[in-house]
């Protein structure tokens, strides 16, 4: 059985850091594109960051770049975000993701196969 748990999360004031952690089990995704979604209340599920397999190439939404870092330990087959200078609106369910296909990048929810049960963060202002 596959899986993702997700830790990491917590309560932090403005200008914060936390860095989040994924680990998988049941199969290996070294080779693989793992990604990090957000969802706030009220919002659309959406990709934060991404990391592709073999080669590592990253993709982050324009309201994190140069704030988050996206990686991944293949030999402990965990993907982490790094989340720095964290605002009020980066509050949110943070869920990491898994394609079991493809090492390209993805960029869409229904691309992903695999899901965490998600870990909140929350930005206090």
């Known amino acids: 059985q596959v899986q993702l748990v997700e830790s990491g999360g917590g309560l932090v004031q403005t200008g914060g850091s936390l860095r989040l952690s994924c680990a998988a089990s049941?199969?290996?995704?070294?080779?693989?594109?793992m990604g990090w979604f957000r969802q706030a209340p009220g919002k659309e599920r959406a990709l934060v960051a991404a990391?592709?397999?073999?080669?590592?190439?990253?993709y982050y939404a324009d309201s994190v770049k140069g704030r988050f870092t996206i990686s991944r330990d293949n030999a402990k087959n965990t993907v982490y975000l790094q989340m720095n200078s964290l605002k009020p609106e980066d509050t949110a369910v943070y869920y990491c993701?898994?394609?079991?296909?493809?090492?390209?990048?993805?960029?869409?929810?229904?691309?992903?196969?695999?899901w965490g049960q998600g870990t909140q963060v929350t930005v206090s202002s």
């Open positions: 990391i592709s397999g073999i080669s590592g190439r990253t």
């Open positions: 049941g199969r290996t995704f070294s080779n693989n594109v």
């Open positions: 993701a898994a394609n079991g296909r493809s090492y390209w990048l993805m960029y869409e929810r229904n691309e992903y196969d695999y």
